[in-house]
Every structure is written in C-alpha cells, then in structure tokens.
C-alpha cells in the first residue's frame, strides 16, 4: 500500500543490482529476476481490469455509466505501478493483491485491515473527498466481493482439495500431504489420517480479519473504520470475511456495545483479548511492538502480522491415552501410509500392559509418557522439515516481495527469508482426555463402582452390550466445564505438561522456529473424531470431539458462568497462538453477552468465540434447507451459511447450542 508495484519492482532491481554488483550469486540473481516477473505479472494482471473497463466504456450507452467504466480504468491502470492515493484505490489495490494471491494458491488472511486502511480514510475526510456514509458503502461492496467466491458444501467436496486427494495414487498423495511442510509425524497419528481423509471441504478462502487492538505504539486502534467492518457484518449478514475484535483495558465502551449488537444479529466477530496474547507472545521472544501487531491465520491463530511464516499440526491427547489404554492397537488399526518411519514417534515404544494397573497414578504415568513422545515428534518433524527444501519444489518470490525481510536480503520466504518462523502443534480433544481420566480415577479407582478391567473391555467394544455401564460414566463422572476441580485440575494438568514439553523440545532442538503452544481443534472436530475408537467418558468410535478448549457437547450442564471458571483453570496465558473458549447462546439470552465477554476480559481469557442462534430454527434448517438459505453458523474461527454444511457439522452444532439454551 505504500510502495506499490512499482517501489516493489525498484526495490528488487536495486537488489539485483547490489547483488550483481557484488561479485554475483546465480541462485540470488535468479531469484530477483523471478521476483520482478512476479511483480510485472501482477501489473499486466491489474492492467488487464484497465483495458476491459476502456473497452467496455466505449459501448456504454449512459453516459455517467461511460464516466464510470473511465475512472474505473484509470484507477487500475494507475495501481498497476504506482501506490494508491485514495481510500477508494486503498481498498482497490486490497482486492487486486487479495485476489493475485489466492489465485496462485497462497492463502493468506487479511491483516490488520482497519489499521493498515485508516490512514487513506482518515487523509480523504480531511481532504473532504470521501464521507463515512461514502466509506462504508465501498466497504460494504467490498463485504459482498469477499463472498463472490463462495460455493456450497457440495460443490466444494466435489471440486476441492479432497475430491482432489481422492483420485491420487498412494505415491501422489503421499507426495501432496508431505509438502504441506511436516504435518505429518509417521503415518500412524490423528494429523496423518485425517489430511487424507478429510480434505478443506469448505470454500472459506482463509479471509480472516482481527480489528482494533493496540497498536505497535501501546494506544488503543479503534477507529472510525472498525466501525464500518462491524457495520457491514452486521448488516449485511454474510459468513465473510470473519471478523475478529481485540479488546484490552483501553478498549471505548461503544466497540464492546457494536461488538455485541454485531453477534447477536450475524453470530460474529470472535474476541481476542490483547491484555492476555500479546504479554504470551512477548514471553516467547518476540518484541513488544511486533507481539502488539499480531493478526489471526486462517481460523484464529495468531502471528506477527507481515513478518511470519506459521504452520501448524494436530496433537490429539485422546489419541495419547488410547495408546495408553489399548498398546498397540492403534498401529494395527491406522491407515498408514508409506512415510518415512524415521519420523514415527512412537516406534520402538514399550508400552505398559493396562489390565495391570493397581492404581490411577500408573495409568497417568503411562499417558503422560505417550504424549511427551507425541510432543516430542512434532517439534522434531517440524525443525527437521524447516531445511529449505521446499525452495526447490515452489519458491514464492510474490509472496516474499510483501513480507519484512526477503527483498533486503534477496533470500525466498520458503529459505528462511522471513524474520519468523513460527509452529504450533495444537492440543486437541482436551475436554475428551480429561473427562475419561476423572471417570477413570473417580468410578475405576476413587470409588470402586467400575471395575477397571470391566471398563477397559466396554471401551475397547465401543461400549457394545454395555450400555449402562457407559450411562453410568456419562452421569457420575465429573466433568470438564462445570466448575469442578476433581476433573478441571486434570485438564490443567495435561495443559501445563503439554506447554512444558513443547519448551523443552524446542530448545533442545536449537531450533530458529518458535513453537507456541496453543489448544485448539479448528473445524476439526469431526475429523479427528471420526478416526478416534470409542473413549472411557461415554464417547463412542467416530462421534466428534469437543471444539477447542471448551467442554464436550452435553457436558456442560451448570451454566455460562461454570464454563469460563473451568476454562479459567487452564495455562490460556502461555498460550500465544490461541485456546479458544467456544460460547452458544441461545437468541432468547442476549442480556447476557456484553457481561460474559467483560468478564472474560477482566479475568484473563485467552480467546472468545461467543455465537448466537435459535436451536429450533437449526432443527428446522435440517428438515426445510431451502426456507434457511441466510442462516448462519460459527464453525471454528470462521462462519458459514448452515444449510451449506455437511450433516455431521449441523448435528454437532444443534447439540452444542442445546446444552446451553436456557
């Protein structure tokens, strides 16, 4: 927005020419030059906007249309070199980039938009050229083009990435997920199943958005175009882009009351709290005023806005214990595919035998031995696979053009050309794991009322001919969301022993990743379900997992309040890429919004994704679709039209929001 195509191009031929200059590098060189034919494609690309809307003003027949189609033409064909002069052209050049980049298949979110845009808002009122009624109805075409490429569930498991892994050969498949950069530990783990099985059946284009917030400078950046993003989500009620609010101490009481009037009339924006996060983000090394400037990825984890590359995997802890639980069975029942062995982090593990557990302590043992190796590989897959390989299969010099770092340097982001490079391997099915340990250690060992032995057969059944011992777990034992210690403090537990390991291996690896810890499952939840055998706190094989770090759908049964103290328990505050709290109200408690996020502010949350919703209206969604065609979902960090999701997904939602309607 600065510098334009043109200042980019300049700065890379400035760098040839250093480089040149400077006894030459050939793979340098060569790289600058790719970097100047990226930039020059991106031009010709803007340029062909200003051809058509020349051509087609020549047969326009109204005149103010003719006008139009002209001033149209010469705004792109000014973009295709030079920076933008207004707000309209600001948000112009947006789109150009947005759509140049994922056109070429590098997803990226949208930044800090109303920090980055403001400053051509703010120049064109003082100049008297644009009005806030102006403004927000370019922002408001602006909304409708994010939702112009949109497709339905349908249509998107039949042309997406997984209709796409369904026709490939093992070899090319193995090829595919390999180069999605080390989120894969061995072909045995949940990440290794799923990427196969379940690909990005959605069509949401990663066009994530966090407003307000501190600015690098420690001030409060609410400004008039936060204003007119929420303005827009909330009346035009479309699922994009997903909009997130970072509020902090310093945060105007008029953003919490547009934040709140914004969910409960189109479900979002999710809340970030800055006073948490960002003092996270500083204890991992990063300088204030860059952790200060941090912006969400695809759903809502964070990085340092314009100066990262962020990757992340799946941990799935009742994976963990199911190994724990049943040795062996796991690897005999996994679709393993033909990857490097070398990178399995359980080969070569002696497992205890289970049935001859004395008591609750020897089964902690065995978990926490299961997990740590489960940690362990992740870091040491990620830091192994950060080699620069990638350079040689798909260098992106576009991409490097407008991140810090690689146009000084002359160095490709996928060669370290960035200043960070930053990994998380992802807690998830927490509320699983901890429900199936205080069942255990209450029913199993606590009380005696469940034979040991007896529950590890039910389970490894998948509860067959057992039904009511499985009610008797699902009604006797604590569980995660509910305010009770017994269970919350194992969920502490798992979380603290997850962030401690994740430091440790991380600086024995000596690692230049920063590996930030966080809890989160995305819109994972079925999947990693769905390869998951049946757990000891009533869950049978394939059913969904909890969201996040949030309790298990129907858990949750003493209230909102409940929910946040038991989450509260958790490290949230060493977890700077996110653990997400997922909140469904029902539309009739909207009284209750604007306290629970103040009080989830004021008492140290990490992350808030608060929604509302009629539970009937989602059961008659499922029955008459084509009476529900606006309907709204908020499915991890991002939002969808619900008649567009898969049966699973809108299941799990009615439960969900049905646990806490009243």
Request: with cysteine.
């Amino acid at each position: 927005l600065a510098m334009g195509i043109g200042g980019l191009r300049s700065q890379a031929e400035d760098g040839l020419g250093d480089t040149r200059q400077g006894g030459g590098d050939a793979e340098k060189e060569a790289w600058y030059e790719a970097v100047i034919i990226a930039l020059d494609g991106l031009s010709g690309f803007i340029n062909r906007y200003a051809t058509l809307a020349a051509a087609v003003a020549e047969k326009a027949i109204e005149p103010a249309r003719a006008k139009e189609l002209i001033e149209i033409g010469n705004i792109a064909s000014h973009l295709s070199q030079e920076p933008p002069r207004s707000f309209r052209e600001a948000l112009q050049f947006f789109w150009f980039a947005h759509i140049a980049f994922e056109s070429t298949l590098n997803f990226l979110s949208l930044g800090r938009f109303d920090q980055n845009l403001w400053p051509f808002l703010e120049h064109d009122r003082a100049a008297g050229t644009c009005s806030l009624e102006e403004a927000q109805e370019l922002i408001d075409c602006l909304w409708l083009k994010f939702n112009d490429r949109l497709s339905t569930y349908e249509v998107a498991s039949q042309q997406g990435p997984g209709a796409m892994m369904l026709t490939m050969s093992e070899e090319e498949l193995v090829g595919t997920i390999a180069g999605a950069w080390s989120l894969w530990l061995g072909g045995n783990t949940t990440q290794d199943r799923i990427v196969p099985l379940h690909g990005a059946e959605f069509s949401l284009w990663l066009q994530t958005m966090p407003l307000s917030g501190l600015t690098p400078e420690g001030v409060d950046g609410t400004n008039p175009l936060t204003y007119l993003c929420l303005n827009a989500t909330r009346r035009l009620k479309l699922p994009q882009p997903s909009i997130y609010v970072r509020l902090h101490k310093q945060s105007p009481p008029e953003l919490y009351e547009r934040a709140v009037d914004c969910i409960q009339h189109s479900v979002g924006p999710c809340i970030f709290n800055d006073d948490v996060i960002i003092p996270a983000l500083e204890k991992q090394g990063f300088p204030t005023e860059h952790a200060r400037d941090y912006t969400t990825d695809g759903c809502w984890e964070t990085f340092i806005q314009g100066r990262s590359q962020f990757k992340y995997s799946i941990l799935s802890a009742p994976e963990a214990l199911m190994r724990a639980l049943f040795p062996g069975r796991w690897d005999k029942e996994a679709v393993a595919l033909a990857y490097d062995k070398a990178f399995d982090p359980f080969a070569d593990m002696t497992i205890p035998d289970p049935y001859g557990f004395k008591t609750y302590d020897e089964l902690w043992v065995s978990f926490k031995a299961q997990l740590d190796r489960y940690i362990k590989g992740a870091v040491e897959t990620v830091h192994a696979f950060w080699d620069g390989r990638l350079y040689d299969i798909a260098p992106l010099p576009l991409l490097s053009a407008c991140v810090e770092g690689p146009l000084e340097s002359g160095t490709d982001i996928t060669r370290h050309g960035v200043e960070y490079a930053i990994s998380t391997p992802f807690l998830s099915g927490l509320s699983h794991t901890a429900d199936s340990l205080a069942a255990i250690k209450k029913l199993c060992f606590d009380e005696a009322l469940i034979s040991w032995t007896d529950l590890l057969d039910a389970v490894g059944n998948n509860w067959e001919g057992n039904e009511a011992m499985r009610q008797m777990v699902m009604t006797r034992a604590p569980a995660y969301g509910n305010d009770i210690d017994y269970v919350d403090d194992i969920a502490k537990e798992i979380v603290a022993f997850y962030i401690d390991r994740i430091h440790t291996y991380a600086a024995d690896t000596g690692s230049r990743i920063t590996f930030n810890p966080g809890v989160g499952t995305f819109e994972h939840y079925a999947a990693i379900g769905s390869v998951l055998p049946a757990t000891p706190d009533g869950r049978r094989a394939g059913e969904p997992v909890g969201s996040n770090a949030s309790p298990t759908n129907g858990k949750a049964r003493s209230g909102q309040s409940a929910v946040i103290n038991s989450y509260l328990k958790l490290a949230v505050s060493d977890t700077p890429t996110g653990a997400p709290l997922d909140l469904a109200l029902d539309t009739g408690l909207g009284r209750l919004l604007e306290p629970l996020i103040r009080s989830f502010i004021d008492k140290g949350g990490n992350l808030l994704s608060i929604s509302m919703n009629d539970v009937e209206k989602l059961k008659a969604a499922m029955v008459e679709p084509e009476n529900y065609r606006d309907l709204k979902i908020r499915i991890g960090g991002w939002e969808a039209f619900f008649v567009d999701l898969p049966p699973a997904y809108q299941e799990w939602q009615i439960k969900k929001y049905e646990q806490y309607a009243n």
